[in-house]
């Protein structure tokens, strides 16, 4: 008995749903530039920015997070524990030494010794999400855009998460926040690099059900941390209330330990198109690069993501320049953290409902959620009683949901033979978004109202350490353009709707149900001839419940 114990154990250990759990633990700590906002201040007040700086080495930022076509191609060759193992590595060197200089240990940092440390350390998460993701969608290819959405979500939710730990482990010190997303990520994809691998198994028609189950727990885990965030703003909590909850989030993280027997099968997919290959179909990385349909998703994540990028980033300053107080500034980030998190599962199940029931494109949901984001800029660009609270609920939603649907796209329309590249090749144009917004135009236009109101006052630049703007006028000029840049990014998406309408019109999940259907075959075969069929019937068991 004993004996048979372990071997379930181990199988359970070694089969696809635990697999997907732990993936979901490396994606909850994978959002480490997402809580840039709650510790910029310290980095502009330690080291003595101004604002266009400190937007400079936001776009580092989002320049490291966004520029994953390396280890895209990295994974093309080496396998998946080395492609984690390697995020972990430039995870801890890139924030550790932030952290350094922040605290003073590192003395008088250049600034582009610190866009390069922001830079290698957001770059990390690329190989997290392409150890992460190309990995579960070749293990479940069916229902992506639900599994990307929850992948996603919880990178989204890892901003509040790691807040909560922070609190609770180093109390309410930003500084001490950039050293926890230094070494906590970076365990973690350490602790489960072997555990995140290609697994061809014949699947269950029920998978989905476990996928719902899976959203609940993420969708208590959200409304806790939002509640925690409430309150944590109204009330003086003492050291062992933050260690409750940080402890309760993590408890709540491990409940969806839903784990089924599976029996590999031998069964790889060889396709090799001739001449130009259809949507769906497997292209290469240069027919997928230079197609149309890849430009105009290029120009929606310029405009799309690049712009929400900057409202990101920016958020803490925006609070700041209105007059709000730090606390509710922070309260801002929790927001957009949050939402983030619900924008990217909303994205996942919902365009998987709507192209299943009615065939909607999925690129028309990108189109949607630009039209939307135009109102959030809007709301920053002409602020009233409450407004940013709005837009900071808009902005994150916005940018999940985009994000989710970027992703799920790429591998529908160029296939999942080339997706570690692909998909990281998408989002190049995020940064080069958030370089042009945030500071060619925020960042400049702000300092620029500063020195305005500096001059009124009867001082110069060399007179203060830090410049800051207050008032409307920080930021209108510049959520204007931003608003009226994502909602051309708006026009241009619903020309890919127009261009895969017919695509979406058929059953995309085609070849993966005949797959299907193939792996099942063979696996009764296996069981009949070694006699476990019975073996068979308990695994469908344990997944139906």
Known sequence: MAAEAISFTLHLIRGRWFMLFASFLIMSGAGATYVFGTYSKSIKSSLGYDQTTLNLLAFFKDLGAN??????????????WFVLLVGSGTNFAGYFLIWLAVTGKLVDP???????????GANSQNFANTGVLVTCVNNFPEGRGILLGLLKGFTGLSGAVMTQIYLAVYGN??????????WLPAALCVVFMFTIRMIKTARQ??????????LYVAVVL???????????KQVSFPTFAYRSSASIVLKVESLPTVTSPEFPAKFEIEEKPNGSPKRGEDHSILQAIFSFDMALILVSTFCGLGTNLTAMDNIGQIGESLGYPTITTSTFVSL??????????FAGFVSEILIEKYRLPRPLMIASVLTLSTVGHLLIAFPFGGSVYVASVIVGFCFGAHL?????????????????VLFNFGQLASPIGSYVFNVRVSGALYDGEALKQLAVKGLTRESVRELTCLGTECYRLSFIITAAVAFFGACCTMVLVMRTR?????????????????LHAENAMALSESGQSGRCEFSQHVLDK
């Open 67 to 80: 520029m994953g076509v390396i280890s895209g191609l990295i994974a093309e060759f080496t396998p998946t």
């Open 110 to 120: 250049k600034v582009w010794m610190m866009c390069l440390f922001i830079l290698v």
């Open 173 to 182: 010190d930003s500084t001490s926040l950039i050293l926890l997303i230094g």
């Open 205 to 214: 028609p029920n998978e989905i059900r476990v996928f719902y189950k899976y």
């Open 222 to 232: 959200a409304l806790f941390s939002m509640i925690m965030t409430v309150f944590e």
């Open 336 to 345: 957009l953290s949050i939402w983030n998190f619900c924008g990217r599962v």
């Open 404 to 420: 989710t649907l970027l992703y799920t796209i790429i591998s529908e329309i160029f296939g999942l033979k080339h997706y570690a």
């Open 502 to 518: 017919e695509f979406y019109n058929g059953d995309i999940y085609q070849k993966f149900k005949e797959e299907n259907k193939r």
